[in-house]
C-alpha cells in the first residue's frame, strides 16, 4: 500500500465542540431525525408531479443537479463510512429521483 493510498484513508480527529457527551448524542440524534425527516420534505412535489400529471415549473436541470451532488455525497458518506450522511444521501436520492422521472414523464422545462 503506497503512503499516498494511506493517507487518503486516514480519518482526521474530530474535535468535538460540545463538552458534555449528553450535548454530542442529543446533536447526534438531532442530526439522524433530520437525515430522515429532510427528504420528506420533499415527498409534495413529487406527489404533486405524479397526482396531477403535470410538472409544468418544474425545472429537470435543477433535480439532476441536486441528485449528481447527493451521489457525490452518497459515495463520501459510504467510503468514510458515516452513516448520517450515507443515510440522507440514500433517502433524498431516492425521492429527488422520483422528482425527476414525473418530471421526465409529464412535461417538466429543461431550464
Not at 12 to 28: F, M, P, Y
Not at 54 to 65: D, H, K, T
Not at 98 to 110: D, F, Q, S, T
Amino acid at each position: 500500500m503506497t503512503r499516498l493510498h494511506r493517507h487518503l484513508h486516514k480519518k482526521k480527529q474530530r474535535v468535538l465542540i460540545a463538552t458534555s457527551r449528553a450535548n454530542v448524542k442529543l446533536i447526534d440524534r438531532l442530526t439522524y431525525a433530520a437525515a430522515i425527516v429532510e427528504p420528506i420534505f420533499t415527498l409534495p412535489q413529487a406527489y404533486q408531479i405524479f397526482h396531477s400529471g403535470n410538472a409544468e415549473g418544474v425545472s429537470i436541470v435543477s433535480w439532476v443537479g441536486y441528485e449528481v451532488l447527493t451521489i457525490v455525497w452518497l459515495f463520501y458518506g459510504y467510503i468514510h463510512r458515516d452513516k448520517m450522511i450515507f443515510i440522507y444521501s440514500l433517502l433524498s436520492g431516492i425521492v429527488q429521483a422520483a422528482v425527476i422521472i414525473g418530471a421526465a414523464m409529464y412535461g417538466g422545462k429543461l431550464l
